[in-house]
C-alpha cells in the first residue's frame, strides 16, 4: 500500500513537472519564433526603405546579382519591378537590380516575382521556394523585398531540438530528485507503517494467551460438571486472573488508541500534584513493602497543574510502578516533590518531582526504544507481568499536557524518570519539571 501511495506521489509531482516544463517549452519557443520572425519583417521593412540610386534599366538575366552593402544586417535580396507587356521567353516583368548582400538564382528569381506580382498580398511566404517576401509601391514600380526561409526554419528546429533535450534532462533530474525525496518523506510512514504491523502482532498475542488459558480452564469446567465449585476453585480463580488481564490490557489499548485520535479532547482543570503524589505513595508503599524495597518521600505542598486529573494520575502511578518493580532485591525507591525557582528570578513557580530507583540499569541500547508500545527488553524489562505499555502510555499522557519525558539510567546511579510540564499558580501557566 505504502508503495502505491508512494508511486502515485511520484507520479504526480512528474505530472505536474511535466505540465509545467511543457509550458515553459511552449512559452520559450513561441518567444523565440516571434522574436526571429519579427527580425526578419524588420530587415524586409529596411531593405525597402533603404535610399538606393537604381542603375540603368536591365533585364532578369543581364543584373549583376550580389552587389554587398556595409548597412544591410540581413541577407534580403530587393528587385524594383515595372510591368511593361505581354509576356515574354524572358518574363513580362523588367527588373532593375538594387544593391543587394546575397545573390539568386535567375529561374528561382522569374518564379517568385511572377508569383509575387499575380498576388494582391504585400506580404507572404513562398513555401515551395522557401523565401518569405513584403511589396512596396515605389514611384509607379513595385520593389519586393525576398529573404531566405531557411535560416528561420534551421533556427526554430533547433530552438526545438535544444529546449526539448533540455526539458527532457531536467524532467529525467526531477525524476531520481523526487524518488530521493519521496524516499526522505515516506521514512516516517514506512516507520509508522512498520509499527502499526508489530503492534497489530504483539497486540494479537498478548491477547491470545489469556483467551487459550481461559478456554482451556472452561474446558476443564466442562468435563468436570459433578464437581462443586470449591474443588474447582483454582481454575475459577486462574479464569478471573487471565480474564482481569485481557481486561487491563484492552483498556490499554484502548487508551492508545483514543490518545492517538485525539490527544488534545482531555479535560482540563486544575490538578493537586502533591496530593496525587501522596496518594500513589500510599497506595504502592505496601507493595514497597512486600518486596523489600525502601520507600521514600519527599513531596512539597501546593503543587497545581492544569490537566486531567485520571492521565496524570495515571502517569504517576505507572512511573512509581516502574520504579518499584525494577529496584531490585533490597532496593530503595525515592520520590520527591518539590517548588523551586530558576535564573534571576526568585519567585517559586517551577516544581521537580523525582521517581528514582536502584537495581539493575536499562541498557543503553534500550533507551531509545523504552517508550514503544509492546517494547520489553530481556534484560531491562522482563521482570514483572507487564504488556510493555505502561511506558508508552506515560508517553502519550506526557504528549497531551504538553509534557516531556526523559530518563537517565546508569549502574552507578540507578534509573531516573524526568517529565517537564506546565503549572498553574496564581492563574499563571509555568513549568513543571517531574524527574
Wanted: proline share 3%.
Amino acid at each position: 500500500m505504502l508503495n502505491k501511495l508512494r508511486n502515485r506521489f511520484i507520479f504526480i509531482n512528474m505530472l505536474l513537472v511535466g505540465v509545467i516544463l511543457i509550458a515553459l517549452f511552449v512559452v520559450i519557443l513561441a518567444v523565440n519564433v516571434v522574436s526571429n520572425y519579427n527580425d526578419l519583417t524588420e530587415a524586409l521593412e529596411d531593405a525597402l526603405a533603404y535610399e538606393i540610386d537604381i542603375p540603368a534599366a536591365f533585364f532578369i538575366g543581364d543584373h549583376d546579382h550580389g552587389r554587398p552593402h556595409d548597412d544591410l544586417t540581413r541577407d534580403v535580396y530587393v528587385v524594383s519591378v515595372s510591368q511593361v507587356g505581354p509576356y515574354s521567353d524572358s518574363g513580362y516583368v523588367v527588373v532593375k537590380s538594387v544593391n543587394n548582400t546575397v545573390t539568386m538564382e535567375d529561374d528561382l528569381l522569374t518564379a517568385a516575382i511572377g508569383r509575387v506580382m499575380q498576388s494582391s498580398a504585400t506580404e507572404g511566404w513562398l513555401d515551395d521556394m522557401s523565401l518569405i517576401y513584403q511589396t512596396e509601391q515605389f514611384f509607379g514600380s513595385t520593389r519586393i523585398a525576398f529573404a531566405d526561409l531557411t535560416p528561420f526554419l534551421n533556427s526554430i528546429k533547433d530552438g526545438f531540438v535544444s529546449l526539448g533535450s533540455i526539458c527532457v534532462i531536467v524532467f529525467v533530474v526531477f525524476f531520481f530528485i523526487s524518488n530521493f525525496l519521496a524516499s526522505i518523506a515516506f521514512k516516517p510512514a514506512e516507520k509508522a507503517w512498520e509499527q502499526q504491523h508489530h503492534f497489530l502482532a504483539d497486540a494479537s498475542h498478548e491477547l491470545k494467551t489469556p483467551l487459550t488459558v481461559i478456554l482451556a480452564n472452561n474446558n476443564i469446567l466442562l468435563t468436570h460438571g459433578e464437581k462443586t465449585i470449591d474443588e474447582l476453585h483454582k481454575w475459577v480463580e486462574s479464569t478471573q486472573t487471565e480474564a482481569e488481564h485481557m481486561k487491563r490490557l484492552v483498556d490499554e489499548l484502548l487508551f492508545l488508541a483514543k490518545s492517538d485520535a485525539a490527544k488534545s479532547e482531555i479535560p482540563r482543570e486544575p490538578v493537586d500534584m502533591s496530593e496525587l503524589a501522596w496518594s500513589n505513595m500510599l497506595q504502592l508503599e505496601p507493595l514497597a513493602f512486600e518486596k523489600g524495597i525502601a520507600f521514600d518521600a519527599q513531596i512539597q505542598q501546593g503543587i497545581t497543574v492544569i490537566g486531567d486529573r485520571t492521565q496524570l494520575n495515571q502517569l504517576f502511578h505507572i512511573l512509581l510502578d516502574n520504579a518499584i518493580k525494577y529496584a531490585g532485591e533490597d532496593g530503595a525507591v525515592t520520590w520527591s516533590l518539590e517548588k523551586y525557582s530558576t535564573g534571576k528570578t526568585k519567585v517559586q513557580n517551577y516544581a521537580k518531582l523525582c521517581v528514582h530507583n536502584t537495581g539493575k540499569p536499562i541498557p543503553a541500547e534500550d533507551l531509545p526504544h523504552i517508550y514503544e508500545r509492546f517494547y520489553r527488553s530481556d534484560r531491562a524489562r522482563s521482570a514483572g507481568s507487564g504488556y510493555g505499555l505502561g511506558l508508552a502510555i506515560a508517553k502519550s499522557i506526557c504528549e497531551v499536557h504538553e509534557a516531556d519525558i526523559s530518563v537517565e539510567s546508569t549502574a552507578e546511579n540507578g534509573t531516573t524518570f524526568t517529565v517537564r510540564f506546565k503549572m498553574y499558580t496564581n492563574n499563571v501557566k509555568s513549568f513543571v519539571f517531574l524527574c
